[in-house]
């Protein structure tokens, strides 16, 4: 069976609705964004993913923004699939500052059915600590999407980057079609889709309207949504485009809590290049998610005793994870015995 991931006929919201809110004043958007944030959420809470990259550097596409494509010269170390041990080691470390997920990148086009058992066993392991699982490995098939998800893997990233109408002008090596037929994959494997972009790749605000557009109008939106701001790598193609105007970042977050109030918006990337007043600017117009600890992939990320800081000067706590980790599991069975 396949689930229709983006139908044009069946178009929730329209491209001229979503034009609209990105074109109010930056007061009322902020408002009816703040509203629709406390129907749907608790509204100082926020959730707490670690990022970690288990296998960095040497990947064969072409995306302009990223510092781990073969193509630039970023002067980055590359690094071979990491050991299940070392993973563990980290997301136990992660754990113990406060995360409650843990996902795990690699720089590849797609996983090969070698990696599959590594992959495993690492979902497995951080399963066990009681922590929620993501990963983003590239394309999936839907044998892989579905063998990962018989594993435990709660969440699998793969965001559709820009408006489709754009992403030619950004990646050459893969369609945005392939794109949704993973996203499509593994929604189909059961496993909760997280899916979003970049804000300040040179696209115009239209193009944010189209990239919103595609995400908000699929069957199931996300369940998160990451927005990144791009983080500027020497020896990118794109080390040296225009900065957006931050407010524009925050419109888009708006609009997206808006057209998807059910998902989580994450503060993504570009949040070591952020004042402390922008990012609660973007908690006040829903963004509800971080990447917490001091490395996103392979770049830098505040640190978290700064990010511990600004949570409490602004009130907030951390979300506890939703009730489907191996723990949360156990104590579920143990309740009901
Ligand atoms: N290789 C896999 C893929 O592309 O699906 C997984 C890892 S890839 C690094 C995950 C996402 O990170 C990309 O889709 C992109 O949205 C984001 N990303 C990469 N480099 C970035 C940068 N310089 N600034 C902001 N976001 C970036
Ligand atoms: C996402 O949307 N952003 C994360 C995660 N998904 C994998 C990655 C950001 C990477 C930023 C550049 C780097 O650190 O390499
Ligand atoms: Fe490779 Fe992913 Fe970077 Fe694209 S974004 S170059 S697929 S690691």
Known sequence: MTVKIHDPNQV???????????ALPFNDLLFKAHQTHREYFAPNEVQVSTLL??????CPEDCKYCPQSARYNTELEKEALMEVQQVLEQAHRAKQTGATRFCMGAAWRNPKDRDMPKLR???????EMGMETCMTLGMLSAEQATELASAGLDYYNHNIDTAPEFYGDIITTRTFQDRLDTLD?????????????IVGLGEEQSDRVL???ALANMETPPESVPINMLVK????????????DPFDFIRTIAVARITMPNSHVRLSAGRESMSDELQALAFFAGANSIFYGEKLLTTANPVAESDQKLFQRLGIK???PACNSK???EARDEAHA
């Open 233 to 244: 790598v020497a020896g990118t193609p794109m080390e040296n485009v225009e900065d957006i």
């Open 211 to 213: 990239f919103i557009s």
């Open 185 to 197: 994959n593994v929604r189909s494997s059961g496993m909760k889709v997280c899916s979003g972009g």
């Open 53 to 58: 990259s288990i296998k960095t550097g040497a």
């Open 121 to 127: 066993a690492m979902i497995e392991g951080v399963r």
């Open 12 to 22: 929730k919201w329209s491209k001229k609705a979503i034009s609209d809110l990105f």
């Open 318 to 320: 951390p979300e506890a």
């Open 327 to 329: 723990q949360s599991e």
